[in-house]
């Protein structure tokens, strides 16, 4: 299989964020992550197609008709849908949590999940973004990463609250919360994009029209915040110029494409 090119955009991008709930330890310590069980799931996908980007985010939490099957398998439908998937420790947590869930769930046919949780390591199909913003080495949290290059994350609440707002039935904060650090993520996968190719293009044009698109979704309303980040700010006057130069050099595509047409039809 051919690695995964981290130096262009892919066709579409997914990044996603579980919240779990686990047994507290004696010792007060993080629990293994066989005994965390999915109780959130946010998901945030990007695409563009001809330079109309498209923005799918959502994010579940359990209860009602949604339980931890649903959630794996929309996780499974999801992650089929994309060239990349991306996370903040998801090859360390996120993806291993998914792919024991659905193991435990009896659900076998999840091949997408399989694939995603056995990706090699330096393989771009699967980019943990803390392993690579940390070249490998010793990792740092997902708010540290976005306080540097200016998005908000964990505006509401953190990972740490999440069980006593699981036993306290607040499952609408749970929801906004994992969606936002989706979109977090998302963004901060921009950044390191356009940080790997040398080209700024790959983090304001995204990030500037994921602004626009959370402005005009009155069910975003919650990630508001990301529309007025510094990074957002930086970028609206940069992707202004940069779809232009895009959109002049599909036109002149498009006119050579018809030029070579009409040469072979004479």
Known sequence: ??????????????????????????????PPWPTHRIVAAGFARASCVDGNWRFDIDAHVVGGDIDEAA???????RIGSAEVITGYNSRGFDSLV?????????????????????MPRFD?????????????????????????????????????????????????????????????????????LAGRAANEALVARPIAALARHIEAEPALASLQPFTDA??????????????IAAALDRLTERLRREEEERAFAA
Do not use: N
């Open 1 to 30: 299989m051919r690695r995964t090119d981290d130096t262009r955009m892919p066709s579409a991008v997914l990044a996603y964020d579980l919240e779990t709930i686990a047994p507290t330890m004696p010792d007060g310590s993080f």
């Open 71 to 77: 959630l794996v398998r929309e996780a499974e439908r």
């Open 98 to 118: 998914l792919r024991l869930a659905a193991q435990r769930l009896r659900l076998w046919e999840m091949p997408a999940i399989a694939r995603h949780a056995a």
């Open 124 to 192: 771009g199909a699967h980019a943990d973004l803390a392993d690579l913003y940390a070249a490998f080495g010793r990792k740092v949290g997902l708010a540290e990463i976005c306080d540097a290059i200016g998005i908000p994350v964990k505006t509401t609440t953190s990972g740490g609250d999440v069980a006593a707002l699981w036993e306290a039935g607040e499952t609408e904060r749970i929801r906004i919360y994992v969606m936002e650090d989706a979109a977090a993520t998302l963004c901060v996968f921009f950044a390191w």
């Open 230 to 243: 510094a990074l957002i700010r930086w970028a609206r006057p940069r992707a202004m110029v940069a779809d």
